[in-house]
């Protein structure tokens, strides 16, 4: 009996040994996988197939081979896949860089072009911030404002909250309107108490609301194609020395002189300077409709 008892203990502490290295094997194989798949290189030279907007035609885009310096995650083929940095120059020589998401050895997912300031070639950075596709910069409505926002960029500098960034991707279809059940929609944000003594003074109490302003006076209008968008800026203002900047995401048939009415999301105080040498303050607004 009593060998019978030290048999049937030592098969049982024998299993349990198997079992742990079966267990211990099978988790070391799991790390290993795990290591394998974060592969990543530091300064490689690579030459990426990448899409870019048309310089004479931002409508429209072109594939480019551009060789630089590749630092980042890769996949098992060597090609950049997950998180890394692109570093290049266009055709003038000038240095640009690509931070950001990569799959299939492209930009794809979140990331910002990066073009530095340059004496004598530009007086701020400029930067293409959002969603990339195969190298092409296809930014979400929300993401072509902040663009818009950048010095250099029209009427002034300014800056898109997050509180407004998340208004904007909950209601693309409002940006601007096309369809009557649109319209509808938009009214149920609309508050036409709101005046431009209330935006300057504070206008992070009003971010979720849709503005209405009457019989603005146009001084200045411009139509842009940018990244897949045709963009009508628009500086209006009236007799009380009110002045909106107005961003609108399609083509408009009005011009300098014209009388507009709109309606419209708050974004933020901006200011530029004038012809006079002074200040022109302004408030900018997202367009949604014309009336």
């Keep these: ?109 979140i990331g910002k072009c990066v073009w530095e300031k340059q004496e004598g070639v530009r007086e701020n950075d400029y930067i293409e911030y959002g969603n990339y596709k195969d190298g092409l910069f296809v930014p979400t409505k929300s993401q072509l404002l902040m663009h818009l926002g950048q010095p250099d960029m029209n009427f002034g500098e300014f800056s898109v909250s997050d509180k407004s960034i998340a208004f904007i991707d909950s209601h693309e279809n409002l940006f601007p309107t096309y369809t009557e059940s649109d319209l509808q929609e938009l009214e149920s944000y609309v508050d036409r108490t709101i005046e431009y003594k209330h935006l300057m003074k504070a206008p992070d109490k009003y971010l979720e609301n849709i503005i209405e302003i009457k019989d603005a006076i146009i001084y200045q209008i411009f139509e842009n194609d940018l990244c897949g968008h045709t963009v009508t800026s628009i500086l209006a203002g009236n007799l009380n020395g009110d002045y909106y900047t107005i961003y609108f995401d399609r083509s408009l048939e009005l011009y300098q002189g014209d009388s507009i009415s709109f309606l419209g999301l708050p974004i933020a105080s901006s200011w530029f300077e004038n012809v006079s040498g002074g200040v022109t303050n302004n408030f900018v607004v997202y367009g949604c409709s014309i009336f």
């Design 1 to 109: 009996m009593k060998k019978l008892l030290l048999g049937l203990i030592l098969s049982s502490l024998l299993l349990t040994g198997c079992n742990q290295n079966n267990e211990n094997a099978s988790s070391s194989q799991d790390n290993n996988s795990s290591v394998e798949q974060t592969l990543e290189v530091t300064d490689k030279e690579m030459t990426l197939t990448l899409n870019f907007w048309n310089s004479d035609d931002r409508l429209n885009y072109s594939s480019l081979e551009k060789t630089g310096i590749y630092t980042g995650e890769v996949d098992e083929n060597g090609l950049p896949s997950g998180h890394g940095r692109f570093d290049t120059e266009n055709s003038e020589g000038l240095p640009w860089y690509y931070d950001g998401e990569f799959s299939n050895g492209s930009f794809n997912g």
